[in-house]
């Protein structure tokens, strides 16, 4: 798929272990591991929120689009 998720980037900058992301979010660690290995098929945009607001980034900052 094209379009890639960079929230291992963002986890090594802010310092924080995906368990740490998964209480400040309350996103499960696995659905967390799987958008981290790239395997998701779907992200909700609640989803994405609480991303964006745990981590102090943009969608853009998260998300890139490659051909």
């Given at each position: 798929m094209p379009v890639r998720l960079h929230l291992d980037r963002l986890l090594v900058q802010r310092r924080m272990s995906l368990a740490e992301l998964?209480?400040?979010t309350g996103v499960t660690a696995a659905n967390l591991a799987i958008l981290k290995a790239g395997d998701a098929r779907a992200l909700r945009f609640s989803t994405l929120d609480a991303?964006?607001?745990?981590?102090a980034c943009q969608p853009a900052d998260l998300l890139t689009?490659?051909?």
């Open positions: 998964a209480d400040r991303l964006c607001r745990e981590l689009w490659e051909p």
